[in-house]
T-cell receptor
């Protein structure tokens, strides 16, 4: 079983929809949680970075971490065609010296 | 946010030649840099972790003599693919991290290597 599980999709939504992307994990030592966005043939771009449980909002993006359930989410409000990309969750803890464990990524398409 | 650059962005080479890829942190000092490989429509595969001034730590199954990593300074790491073969063709991405325990990874734009 992988340490981080992420539904690969693909996920297709109409423009303006609310998108929910999720990851589950098994390692309780994870403390830092990230969401990256990767466009085709580009390097991943950091979207959100949260520490421990709670919510963090940045514009149309909201990241949620529930450590008790070992579950993290990224919500995208008012989705745009430019949000079409692959979204990767990642996480790490002090026990693995910053080496992140990544989900396999969810491919999102927002249709105009 | 922190900026990481990679050079070159694309490279095409003949089989048997060596290719060097540079990864630079432009506005912060990277104590740790990571090198990844990514095949089409697949996730990132960590190849190695490099810390400034010390030998890189390679993941299981990655040939250290094939993929030479040098982290010569706090802003520069290089990956050299030696005696490249067509099966080495891939998208290589580096990431950089500042002080461990206080920061996260910032990725470079990637280098697409094609070996003919």
């Amino acid at each position: 079983q992988k340490e981080v599980e992420q539904d690969p999709g693909p996920l297709s939504v109409p423009e303006g929809a609310i998108v929910s992307l999720n990851c589950t994990y098994s390692n309780s030592a994870f403390q830092y949680f990230m969401w990256y966005r990767q466009y085709s043939r580009k390097g991943p771009e950091l979207l959100m970075y949260t520490y421990s449980s709670g919510n963090k909002e940045d514009g149309r993006f909201t990241a949620q971490v529930d450590k008790s359930s070992k579950y993290i989410s990224l919500f995208i409000r008012d989705s745009q065609p430019s949000d079409s990309a692959t979204y990767l969750c990642a996480m790490w803890g002090r026990t693995n010296a910053g080496k992140s464990t990544f989900g396999d990524g969810t491919t999102l398409t927002v249709k105009p | 946010g922190a900026v990481v650059s990679q050079h070159p962005s694309r490279v095409i080479c003949k089989s048997g030649t060596s290719v060097k890829i540079e990864c630079r942190s432009l506005d912060f000092q990277a104590t740790t840099m990571f090198w990844y490989r990514q095949f089409p429509k697949q996730s990132l595969m960590l190849m190695a972790t490099s810390n400034e001034g010390s030998k890189a730590t390679y993941e299981q199954g990655v040939e250290k003599d094939k993929f030479l990593i040098n982290h010569a300074s706090l802003t520069l790491s290089t990956l050299t693919v030696t005696s490249a073969h067509p099966e080495d063709s891939s998208f290589y991405i580096c990431s950089a991290m500042g002080a461990v325990g206080t920061d996260t990874q910032y990725f470079g734009p990637g280098t697409r290597l094609t070996v003919l």
